[in-house]
Protein backbone atom coordinates (compact mmCIF):
# COMPACT_ATOMS: atom_id res chain seq x y z
CA UNK A 1 0.00 0.00 0.00
CA UNK A 2 2.72 2.21 0.97
CA UNK A 3 4.24 1.71 -2.30
CA UNK A 4 1.60 2.14 -4.15
CA UNK A 5 0.75 5.66 -2.60
CA UNK A 6 4.70 6.51 -3.41
CA UNK A 7 4.22 5.85 -6.76
CA UNK A 8 1.29 7.92 -6.86
CA UNK A 9 3.44 10.53 -5.75
CA UNK A 10 6.59 9.91 -7.73
CA UNK A 11 4.45 9.56 -10.46
CA UNK A 12 2.88 12.92 -10.25
CA UNK A 13 6.02 14.56 -9.31
CA UNK A 14 7.41 13.34 -12.74
CA UNK A 15 4.63 14.71 -14.67
CA UNK A 16 4.99 18.00 -12.74
CA UNK A 17 8.54 18.27 -13.17
CA UNK A 18 8.40 17.41 -16.91
CA UNK A 19 5.53 19.66 -17.94
CA UNK A 20 7.04 22.38 -15.87
CA UNK A 21 9.84 22.44 -18.42
CA UNK A 22 7.26 21.83 -21.51
CA UNK A 23 4.50 24.71 -20.69
CA UNK A 24 7.37 27.56 -20.56
CA UNK A 25 8.15 26.97 -24.25
CA UNK A 26 4.61 26.42 -25.77
CA UNK A 27 3.39 29.71 -23.83
CA UNK A 28 6.83 31.54 -25.58
CA UNK A 29 6.62 30.28 -28.75
CA UNK A 30 2.37 30.82 -29.28
CA UNK A 31 3.04 34.38 -28.73
CA UNK A 32 6.92 34.79 -30.43
CA UNK A 33 5.23 33.17 -33.71
CA UNK A 34 2.11 35.90 -33.49
CA UNK A 35 5.00 39.23 -33.17
CA UNK A 36 6.83 37.43 -36.00
CA UNK A 37 3.83 37.80 -38.19
CA UNK A 38 3.10 41.26 -37.10
CA UNK A 39 6.65 42.34 -37.49
CA UNK A 40 6.65 41.18 -41.42
CA UNK A 41 3.72 42.59 -42.28
CA UNK A 42 5.07 45.82 -40.67
CA UNK A 43 8.12 45.29 -43.12
CA UNK A 44 6.07 44.29 -45.88
CA UNK A 45 3.27 47.19 -45.58
CA UNK A 46 5.85 50.05 -44.63
CA UNK A 47 9.24 49.08 -45.98
CA UNK A 48 11.16 49.87 -43.06
CA UNK A 49 14.15 47.56 -42.42
CA UNK A 50 14.18 48.08 -38.80
CA UNK A 51 11.15 44.90 -38.97
CA UNK A 52 13.01 43.10 -40.99
CA UNK A 53 16.01 43.21 -38.40
CA UNK A 54 13.93 42.40 -35.55
CA UNK A 55 11.74 39.62 -37.18
CA UNK A 56 15.46 37.96 -38.16
CA UNK A 57 16.57 38.23 -34.66
CA UNK A 58 13.60 36.34 -32.94
CA UNK A 59 13.32 34.21 -35.87
CA UNK A 60 16.67 32.52 -34.57
CA UNK A 61 14.73 32.19 -31.00
CA UNK A 62 11.46 30.78 -32.04
CA UNK A 63 13.35 27.82 -33.96
CA UNK A 64 15.35 27.06 -31.06
CA UNK A 65 12.36 27.46 -28.38
CA UNK A 66 10.08 25.85 -30.81
CA UNK A 67 12.30 22.71 -30.85
CA UNK A 68 12.70 22.58 -27.04
CA UNK A 69 8.88 22.80 -27.01
CA UNK A 70 8.81 20.04 -29.55
CA UNK A 71 11.32 17.53 -27.48
CA UNK A 72 9.97 18.47 -24.23
CA UNK A 73 6.13 17.46 -25.41
CA UNK A 74 7.29 14.08 -26.46
CA UNK A 75 8.48 13.17 -23.13
CA UNK A 76 4.86 13.72 -21.46
CA UNK A 77 3.36 11.39 -24.18
CA UNK A 78 5.80 8.92 -23.30
CA UNK A 79 4.46 8.54 -19.29
CA UNK A 80 1.18 8.51 -20.54
CA UNK A 81 1.86 4.93 -21.69
CA UNK A 82 4.85 4.55 -18.52
CA UNK A 83 2.81 5.58 -15.69
CA UNK A 84 -0.37 6.52 -16.70
CA UNK A 85 -1.25 3.64 -18.45
CA UNK A 86 -4.89 3.06 -16.61
CA UNK A 87 -5.65 6.66 -17.11
CA UNK A 88 -5.10 6.09 -20.56
CA UNK A 89 -7.07 3.03 -21.08
CA UNK A 90 -10.29 4.55 -19.73
CA UNK A 91 -10.22 7.76 -21.04
CA UNK A 92 -8.58 6.96 -24.45
CA UNK A 93 -11.33 6.86 -26.39
CA UNK A 94 -12.16 10.90 -25.73
CA UNK A 95 -8.75 11.89 -24.75
CA UNK A 96 -6.79 9.98 -27.66
CA UNK A 97 -8.73 11.57 -30.11
CA UNK A 98 -8.63 15.23 -28.97
CA UNK A 99 -4.71 14.90 -29.12
CA UNK A 100 -4.81 13.55 -32.62
CA UNK A 101 -6.40 16.05 -34.13
CA UNK A 102 -3.84 19.04 -32.42
CA UNK A 103 -1.59 16.17 -34.06
CA UNK A 104 -3.50 16.17 -37.42
CA UNK A 105 -4.47 20.37 -37.96
CA UNK A 106 -1.71 22.04 -35.69
CA UNK A 107 1.19 20.43 -35.75
CA UNK A 108 1.41 18.74 -39.16
CA UNK A 109 0.79 22.56 -40.72
CA UNK A 110 3.73 24.04 -38.38
CA UNK A 111 5.87 21.47 -39.20
CA UNK A 112 5.24 21.89 -43.23
CA UNK A 113 5.55 25.48 -43.36
CA UNK A 114 8.35 26.00 -40.52
CA UNK A 115 10.98 25.40 -43.39
CA UNK A 116 10.07 28.07 -45.24
CA UNK A 117 9.64 30.09 -42.45
CA UNK A 118 13.23 29.48 -40.93
CA UNK A 119 15.30 28.95 -44.17
CA UNK A 120 12.73 30.33 -47.08
CA UNK A 121 13.94 34.45 -46.65
CA UNK A 122 15.20 34.95 -50.21
CA UNK A 123 14.62 31.77 -51.77
CA UNK A 124 10.91 32.66 -52.24
CA UNK A 125 8.72 35.61 -52.35
CA UNK A 126 8.33 38.00 -49.39
CA UNK A 127 4.44 36.90 -49.32
CA UNK A 128 4.89 33.15 -49.87
CA UNK A 129 7.42 33.80 -46.98
CA UNK A 130 4.79 35.92 -44.57
CA UNK A 131 2.20 33.73 -45.39
CA UNK A 132 4.15 30.65 -44.20
CA UNK A 133 4.97 32.82 -41.12
CA UNK A 134 0.83 33.46 -40.25
CA UNK A 135 0.23 29.77 -40.96
CA UNK A 136 2.67 28.95 -38.45
CA UNK A 137 1.28 31.23 -35.63
CA UNK A 138 -2.20 30.21 -36.91
CA UNK A 139 -0.74 26.40 -36.05
CA UNK A 140 0.94 27.34 -32.43
CA UNK A 141 -2.90 28.68 -31.56
CA UNK A 142 -4.52 25.82 -33.20
CA UNK A 143 -2.30 23.14 -31.25
CA UNK A 144 -3.24 25.51 -28.01
CA UNK A 145 -7.02 24.98 -28.52
CA UNK A 146 -7.29 21.38 -29.32
CA UNK A 147 -4.60 20.79 -26.12
CA UNK A 148 -6.63 23.47 -23.60
CA UNK A 149 -9.83 21.67 -25.27
CA UNK A 150 -8.48 18.35 -23.83
CA UNK A 151 -7.57 19.43 -20.67
CA UNK A 152 -10.31 21.28 -19.82
CA UNK A 153 -12.78 17.97 -20.40
CA UNK A 154 -10.59 16.74 -17.28
CA UNK A 155 -12.12 19.27 -15.37
CA UNK A 156 -15.10 19.73 -16.55
CA UNK A 157 -16.19 16.47 -18.51
CA UNK A 158 -19.15 16.87 -20.31
CA UNK A 159 -20.67 15.14 -23.55
CA UNK A 160 -19.51 11.41 -22.53
CA UNK A 161 -20.84 8.09 -21.20
CA UNK A 162 -19.30 5.23 -18.77
CA UNK A 163 -19.03 1.36 -20.12
CA UNK A 164 -17.48 -0.97 -17.73
CA UNK A 165 -15.65 2.06 -16.29
CA UNK A 166 -14.06 3.37 -19.95
CA UNK A 167 -15.22 6.59 -21.11
CA UNK A 168 -16.77 7.04 -24.73
CA UNK A 169 -17.93 9.97 -26.28
CA UNK A 170 -21.27 10.40 -26.84
CA UNK A 171 -21.22 13.83 -28.20
CA UNK A 172 -17.65 15.40 -29.44
CA UNK A 173 -19.39 19.08 -29.41
CA UNK A 174 -20.40 18.75 -25.50
CA UNK A 175 -16.40 17.01 -25.24
CA UNK A 176 -14.49 19.79 -27.19
CA UNK A 177 -16.88 22.62 -26.43
CA UNK A 178 -16.61 21.67 -22.67
CA UNK A 179 -17.71 24.19 -20.00
CA UNK A 180 -14.75 25.56 -18.46
CA UNK A 181 -12.93 24.98 -22.32
CA UNK A 182 -13.63 29.37 -23.17
CA UNK A 183 -12.51 30.56 -20.36
CA UNK A 184 -9.08 28.38 -20.09
CA UNK A 185 -8.13 29.18 -23.78
CA UNK A 186 -8.57 32.39 -23.54
CA UNK A 187 -7.07 32.89 -20.11
CA UNK A 188 -3.81 30.55 -21.56
CA UNK A 189 -3.60 32.61 -24.89
CA UNK A 190 -3.41 35.93 -23.60
CA UNK A 191 -0.58 34.13 -20.60
CA UNK A 192 1.09 33.33 -24.18
CA UNK A 193 0.98 36.55 -25.38
CA UNK A 194 1.98 38.33 -22.10
CA UNK A 195 4.32 36.42 -21.35
CA UNK A 196 5.98 37.12 -24.83
CA UNK A 197 5.74 40.77 -24.26
CA UNK A 198 7.58 40.53 -21.20
CA UNK A 199 10.44 39.05 -22.54
CA UNK A 200 10.07 41.48 -25.55
CA UNK A 201 10.42 44.16 -23.76
CA UNK A 202 13.09 42.38 -21.41
CA UNK A 203 15.40 41.82 -24.08
CA UNK A 204 14.58 45.10 -25.25
CA UNK A 205 15.30 47.01 -22.03
CA UNK A 206 18.81 45.42 -21.74
CA UNK A 207 20.01 46.49 -25.24
CA UNK A 208 19.10 50.01 -24.02
CA UNK A 209 20.89 50.15 -21.44
CA UNK A 210 23.95 48.34 -23.05
CA UNK A 211 23.32 51.30 -25.89
CA UNK A 212 23.05 48.53 -28.90
CA UNK A 213 20.87 49.27 -31.54
CA UNK A 214 18.59 51.77 -29.23
CA UNK A 215 16.30 52.09 -32.67
CA UNK A 216 15.58 48.57 -32.85
CA UNK A 217 15.14 48.04 -29.13
CA UNK A 218 12.65 51.55 -28.80
CA UNK A 219 10.78 49.88 -31.42
CA UNK A 220 11.01 46.34 -29.29
CA UNK A 221 10.22 48.51 -26.10
CA UNK A 222 7.12 50.17 -27.63
CA UNK A 223 5.44 47.26 -29.10
CA UNK A 224 5.11 45.74 -25.89
CA UNK A 225 4.41 48.56 -23.62
CA UNK A 226 1.56 49.12 -26.17
CA UNK A 227 0.63 45.55 -25.63
CA UNK A 228 0.59 44.99 -21.91
CA UNK A 229 -1.53 48.21 -21.80
CA UNK A 230 -3.79 46.88 -24.20
CA UNK A 231 -3.68 42.94 -22.89
CA UNK A 232 -3.53 42.97 -19.15
CA UNK A 233 -6.62 44.44 -18.37
CA UNK A 234 -8.39 41.83 -20.80
CA UNK A 235 -6.41 38.72 -18.58
CA UNK A 236 -7.84 40.35 -15.26
CA UNK A 237 -11.31 39.91 -17.10
CA UNK A 238 -10.57 36.34 -18.88
CA UNK A 239 -9.02 35.65 -15.18
CA UNK A 240 -12.30 37.06 -13.51
CA UNK A 241 -14.56 35.31 -15.34
CA UNK A 242 -12.51 32.05 -15.27
CA UNK A 243 -12.81 32.27 -11.49
CA UNK A 244 -16.37 32.61 -12.11
CA UNK A 245 -16.62 29.60 -13.68
CA UNK A 246 -14.38 27.41 -11.35
CA UNK A 247 -16.46 28.74 -9.06
CA UNK A 248 -19.49 27.24 -10.32
CA UNK A 249 -18.07 23.96 -11.81
CA UNK A 250 -15.15 23.60 -9.22
CA UNK A 251 -16.13 24.77 -5.91
CA UNK A 252 -13.41 22.59 -4.12
CA UNK A 253 -10.41 24.20 -6.22
CA UNK A 254 -12.38 27.77 -5.40
CA UNK A 255 -12.22 27.14 -1.58
CA UNK A 256 -8.82 26.05 -1.98
CA UNK A 257 -8.12 29.36 -4.10
CA UNK A 258 -9.69 31.49 -1.65
CA UNK A 259 -8.73 29.98 1.65
CA UNK A 260 -11.91 29.34 3.07
CA UNK A 261 -12.62 26.52 5.31
CA UNK A 262 -16.39 27.34 6.51
CA UNK A 263 -19.19 28.32 4.49
CA UNK A 264 -20.32 31.76 3.97
CA UNK A 265 -23.85 32.69 3.12
CA UNK A 266 -22.87 36.02 2.25
CA UNK A 267 -20.26 38.66 3.01
CA UNK A 268 -17.26 36.17 2.98
CA UNK A 269 -13.79 37.91 3.75
CA UNK A 270 -11.12 38.72 1.17
CA UNK A 271 -8.31 36.81 2.59
CA UNK A 272 -4.85 38.22 0.95
CA UNK A 273 -2.66 36.56 3.24
CA UNK A 274 -2.72 33.33 5.17
CA UNK A 275 -0.99 30.59 5.97
CA UNK A 276 -3.25 27.29 6.03
CA UNK A 277 -3.32 24.24 7.90
CA UNK A 278 -4.46 21.80 6.35
CA UNK A 279 -4.88 18.94 9.16
CA UNK A 280 -6.17 21.52 11.24
CA UNK A 281 -8.78 23.07 8.93
CA UNK A 282 -7.81 26.80 9.85
CA UNK A 283 -5.37 29.34 8.68
CA UNK A 284 -2.80 31.06 10.23
CA UNK A 285 -1.37 34.95 9.48
CA UNK A 286 -4.23 35.57 7.92
CA UNK A 287 -4.50 38.99 6.51
CA UNK A 288 -8.08 39.98 4.77
CA UNK A 289 -10.80 42.09 4.19
CA UNK A 290 -13.86 41.96 5.01
CA UNK A 291 -17.37 41.18 3.77
CA UNK A 292 -16.21 41.74 -0.01
CA UNK A 293 -15.28 38.31 -0.97
CA UNK A 294 -18.55 37.42 -1.90
CA UNK A 295 -18.66 39.83 -3.98
CA UNK A 296 -15.04 39.24 -5.86
CA UNK A 297 -15.91 36.09 -6.43
CA UNK A 298 -19.87 35.93 -7.08
CA UNK A 299 -20.15 39.64 -7.84
CA UNK A 300 -22.74 40.15 -4.94
CA UNK A 301 -22.55 40.57 -1.28
CA UNK A 302 -25.03 37.77 -0.60
CA UNK A 303 -23.35 35.14 -2.77
CA UNK A 304 -22.23 31.93 -1.00
CA UNK A 305 -19.02 30.61 -0.88
CA UNK A 306 -18.20 26.85 -0.22
CA UNK A 307 -16.07 26.06 2.48
CA UNK A 308 -13.60 22.93 2.35
CA UNK A 309 -15.16 21.54 5.45
CA UNK A 310 -18.57 20.75 3.38
CA UNK A 311 -16.06 17.71 1.64
CA UNK A 312 -14.43 15.07 3.39
CA UNK A 313 -10.61 15.58 3.50
CA UNK A 314 -10.29 12.70 1.21
CA UNK A 315 -11.87 14.77 -1.18
CA UNK A 316 -9.88 18.07 -0.61
CA UNK A 317 -7.00 19.63 -2.89
CA UNK A 318 -3.13 20.31 -1.35
CA UNK A 319 -4.81 23.83 -0.07
CA UNK A 320 -1.06 25.31 0.54
CA UNK A 321 -0.17 24.94 -3.21
CA UNK A 322 -3.11 26.13 -4.72
CA UNK A 323 -3.63 28.65 -2.01
CA UNK A 324 -0.04 30.38 -2.62
CA UNK A 325 0.23 29.16 -6.69
CA UNK A 326 -3.32 31.79 -6.93
CA UNK A 327 -1.42 34.35 -5.46
CA UNK A 328 1.90 34.67 -6.98
CA UNK A 329 -0.08 35.03 -10.28
CA UNK A 330 -2.20 37.22 -8.85
CA UNK A 331 0.90 39.11 -8.15
CA UNK A 332 2.69 38.85 -11.09
CA UNK A 333 -0.54 40.08 -12.92
CA UNK A 334 -0.70 43.26 -10.54
CA UNK A 335 3.51 44.08 -11.58
CA UNK A 336 2.69 43.27 -15.13
CA UNK A 337 -0.18 46.10 -15.00
CA UNK A 338 2.11 48.53 -13.24
CA UNK A 339 4.79 47.84 -16.37
CA UNK A 340 2.51 48.34 -19.10
CA UNK A 341 0.13 51.58 -17.68
CA UNK A 342 3.81 53.32 -16.42
CA UNK A 343 5.95 52.59 -18.99
CA UNK A 344 3.05 53.64 -21.99
CA UNK A 345 3.00 57.00 -19.81
CA UNK A 346 6.59 56.93 -20.02
CA UNK A 347 6.68 56.40 -23.69
CA UNK A 348 3.94 58.79 -24.51
CA UNK A 349 6.25 61.20 -22.73
CA UNK A 350 9.03 60.67 -24.64
CA UNK A 351 11.05 59.43 -21.13
CA UNK A 352 11.14 56.06 -21.28
CA UNK A 353 15.01 55.91 -22.56
CA UNK A 354 16.17 58.22 -19.21
CA UNK A 355 14.45 56.33 -16.94
CA UNK A 356 16.93 53.87 -16.21
CA UNK A 357 15.52 52.18 -12.79
CA UNK A 358 12.68 51.59 -14.93
CA UNK A 359 14.65 49.77 -17.63
CA UNK A 360 16.12 47.41 -14.67
CA UNK A 361 13.19 46.62 -13.83
CA UNK A 362 11.58 45.59 -17.25
CA UNK A 363 14.49 43.68 -17.83
CA UNK A 364 14.39 41.69 -14.41
CA UNK A 365 10.98 41.19 -15.33
CA UNK A 366 11.62 39.00 -18.45
CA UNK A 367 10.81 35.47 -16.58
CA UNK A 368 7.66 36.48 -14.69
CA UNK A 369 5.23 35.40 -17.57
CA UNK A 370 6.65 32.42 -16.87
CA UNK A 371 6.62 32.06 -13.48
CA UNK A 372 2.91 33.06 -13.76
CA UNK A 373 2.30 30.59 -16.22
CA UNK A 374 3.91 27.88 -14.03
CA UNK A 375 1.80 29.19 -11.11
CA UNK A 376 -1.66 29.01 -13.02
CA UNK A 377 -1.19 25.91 -14.23
CA UNK A 378 -0.20 24.65 -10.35
CA UNK A 379 -3.23 26.70 -9.24
CA UNK A 380 -5.60 24.50 -11.66
CA UNK A 381 -4.09 21.06 -11.78
CA UNK A 382 -2.89 20.71 -8.21
CA UNK A 383 -6.43 22.27 -7.29
CA UNK A 384 -7.83 19.01 -9.43
CA UNK A 385 -6.48 16.85 -7.03
CA UNK A 386 -7.17 14.05 -6.28
CA UNK A 387 -9.07 13.58 -9.60
CA UNK A 388 -7.82 13.00 -13.10
CA UNK A 389 -11.26 13.52 -14.31
CA UNK A 390 -13.05 15.79 -11.94
CA UNK A 391 -15.31 13.80 -9.50
CA UNK A 392 -14.99 10.66 -11.72
CA UNK A 393 -11.11 9.08 -11.63
CA UNK A 394 -9.43 9.75 -8.86
CA UNK A 395 -5.78 10.07 -9.30
CA UNK A 396 -5.06 6.83 -7.46
CA UNK A 397 -6.75 5.06 -9.69
CA UNK A 398 -5.18 6.36 -12.53
CA UNK A 399 -1.51 5.19 -12.21
CA UNK A 400 0.30 2.27 -14.06
CA UNK A 401 1.04 -1.10 -11.74
CA UNK A 402 4.86 -0.53 -11.49
CA UNK A 403 6.76 0.40 -8.71
CA UNK A 404 7.93 3.09 -6.90
CA UNK A 405 11.48 2.52 -7.60
CA UNK A 406 10.94 2.33 -11.41
CA UNK A 407 9.16 5.74 -11.45
CA UNK A 408 11.65 7.19 -9.20
CA UNK A 409 15.33 6.26 -11.22
CA UNK A 410 13.48 7.35 -14.61
CA UNK A 411 12.61 10.57 -12.22
CA UNK A 412 15.86 10.99 -11.69
CA UNK A 413 17.21 10.34 -15.14
CA UNK A 414 14.71 12.87 -16.27
CA UNK A 415 16.02 15.42 -13.49
CA UNK A 416 19.76 14.90 -15.00
CA UNK A 417 19.20 14.68 -18.53
CA UNK A 418 16.96 17.80 -18.38
CA UNK A 419 19.40 19.88 -16.26
CA UNK A 420 22.08 19.23 -19.06
CA UNK A 421 19.59 19.90 -21.82
CA UNK A 422 17.70 22.59 -21.07
CA UNK A 423 20.25 24.24 -19.24
CA UNK A 424 22.69 24.43 -22.22
CA UNK A 425 19.56 25.32 -24.70
CA UNK A 426 18.58 28.57 -22.01
CA UNK A 427 22.04 28.86 -22.47
CA UNK A 428 22.56 29.71 -26.11
CA UNK A 429 19.01 31.48 -25.83
CA UNK A 430 20.17 34.36 -23.49
CA UNK A 431 23.21 34.54 -25.81
CA UNK A 432 21.43 35.21 -28.90
CA UNK A 433 18.82 37.25 -27.07
CA UNK A 434 22.53 38.97 -25.93
CA UNK A 435 23.41 39.73 -29.87
CA UNK A 436 20.59 41.54 -30.04
CA UNK A 437 18.83 43.12 -33.79
CA UNK A 438 21.74 43.23 -36.33
CA UNK A 439 21.52 44.82 -39.75
CA UNK A 440 23.65 44.17 -42.57
CA UNK A 441 25.79 46.96 -42.08
CA UNK A 442 26.56 46.53 -38.43
CA UNK A 443 27.50 42.83 -38.55
CA UNK A 444 30.95 43.45 -37.99
CA UNK A 445 30.22 46.01 -35.44
CA UNK A 446 32.32 45.36 -32.39
CA UNK A 447 30.58 44.76 -29.90
CA UNK A 448 31.21 43.76 -25.86
CA UNK A 449 31.26 40.19 -25.10
CA UNK A 450 28.66 38.82 -22.26
CA UNK A 451 31.31 38.37 -19.89
CA UNK A 452 33.27 41.72 -20.04
CA UNK A 453 29.96 43.47 -19.81
CA UNK A 454 29.17 41.49 -16.12
CA UNK A 455 32.35 42.13 -14.92
CA UNK A 456 32.26 45.72 -15.92
CA UNK A 457 32.06 47.98 -13.11
CA UNK A 458 28.46 50.22 -13.55
CA UNK A 459 30.73 53.43 -14.65
CA UNK A 460 31.83 51.56 -17.16
CA UNK A 461 28.42 49.79 -17.95
CA UNK A 462 27.10 53.66 -18.52
CA UNK A 463 29.51 54.52 -20.82
CA UNK A 464 27.92 52.32 -23.43
CA UNK A 465 24.14 53.59 -22.78
CA UNK A 466 23.26 55.61 -25.35
CA UNK A 467 23.33 58.89 -23.33
CA UNK A 468 26.58 57.90 -22.58
CA UNK A 469 27.68 56.58 -26.19
CA UNK A 470 24.61 57.38 -28.52
CA UNK A 471 27.11 56.59 -31.58
CA UNK A 472 26.59 53.01 -31.28
CA UNK A 473 23.20 53.86 -32.58
CA UNK A 474 22.44 51.95 -35.59
Known amino acids: ?15 AFTVTFHIIFPSFTIGLASYLAVLEGL ?37 FGTNWSVFSELTGNVLGP ?34 ATCI ?9 FWILSANSWMHTPTGYEISDGIFYASNWLEVIFNPS ?53 LQIIAGHEHGANTYEMQPTKLAAMEGHWETYDGDAPLILFAWPRQG ?21 MDGTIRGLKEWAPKDRPPVVWVFWAFRVMVGIGVLMLFVGVYGSWLVWRGRLERERWFLRLVFLSGPLGFIA ?30 TAGAV ?11 GIVFTAGSWYLFRLAWAGPRSKDEAAADRPSLTTWLSASPDTQDSASPAGNGSQGG
Not at 1 to 12: F, G, P, S
Not at 280 to 300: A, Y
Request: glycine letters at 8%.
Open 408 to 418: GTSLIVFVFVY
Open 98 to 131: LLGYEVLTAFFLEASFLGIMLFGWNRVGPRLHFT
Open 181 to 233: FPYRFAHMVLAAYLTTSLVVASVAALHLLRGIRPDAASVMMNMAMGFLLVVVP
Open 373 to 402: VIAGWITAEVGRQPYTVQGLLRTAESVSPV
Open 136 to 144: VAGGALISA
Open 43 to 79: WLKTGREIFRDLYQFWVKIFAVSFGMGVVSGLVMSYQ
Open 1 to 15: MNDTLDMVLLARSQF
Open 280 to 300: EEKNELVLQIPKIGSWVVTGS
